[in-house]
């Protein structure tokens, strides 16, 4: 993929860092450990649509209105009485998602996807599908802010990472892929997840590029691209 001069394909460390007033131009949010890769995996289990939230009541709001609404979330690493999953991705993977709407809820990824406010085109990107995303992006061709969600205000190394491939994939720069790998397998958030025996969602996260789905929202949920 060739350099597009046509828009300038910058970054932030974390959500707090997003432009007041919010900028036009494009969004990427990439909250890799979990919302983001969790999105990605929701959409190729073949859900309906997947809606974000930044407020848990809204999301139950949701989940009360809509027929066969399944929700998904965590509050600082935890359950939120009322929903439905964790966003792990292999914990979706055994549920029943197909052709379900379904609404999410995290501590960090929604929130930044709330703050942004827009209704279409923004893009969610991960390790993942950072290839994809950032194909999505040359072919818009117009200004994009990469958003590395982070957390609780401070930046994470896994977000940071995901950002960093991002833009590198659209600037076609090189990376040292076995440093970012590295980054993440020393992240505390990998750390959590190997406390608690999901040594297999850190292995999927180095996969980079193994996916081509890219969550785009239009009219306020987030479809296939």
């Known amino acids: 993929m060739n350099d597009r001069s046509e828009g300038a394909c910058e970054r932030v460390e974390r959500l707090e860092d997003i432009p007041e007033p919010v900028p036009t ?10 919302s983001s890769t969790s999105i990605v995996r929701l959409l190729e289990g073949g859900a309906e649509y997947v809606k974000p939230f930044g407020d848990p009541e809204a999301a139950l709001q949701f989940k009360e209105q809509t027929e066969d609404a399944l929700l998904v979330g965590e509050d600082g690493g935890g359950a939120i009485e009322g929903f439905d999953l964790s966003p792990l991705p292999s914990i979706i993977a055994d549920a029943d998602v197909a052709g379900r709407p379904v609404g999410i809820r995290t501590s960090n990824g929604t929130r930044a996807m709330d703050r942004i406010g827009h209704t279409d085109g923004l893009l969610v990107g991960s390790t ?22 982070g957390r609780q205000g401070e930046p994470t190394p896994e977000d940071s990472v995901g950002a960093e491939l991002i833009q590198a994939r659209y600037r076609a720069n090189s990376l040292d892929e076995d440093a970012l790998r590295e980054r993440i397998l020393e992240c505390s958030t990998a750390e959590w997840l190997r406390s608690m025996g999901y040594d297999h969602e850190i292995d999927a996260l180095l996969e980079f590029d193994s996916t081509e789905t890219v969550p785009t929202l239009k009219d306020g949920v987030f479809i296939d691209a």
Do not use: M, P, Q
């Open 25 to 34: 131009g494009e969004f990427v949010v990439v909250d890799v450990i979990i």
């Open 128 to 149: 993942v599908n950072a290839a994809a995303v950032a194909e999505e992006l040359s072919e818009r061709g117009t200004n994009s802010l990469i958003v590395a969600a």
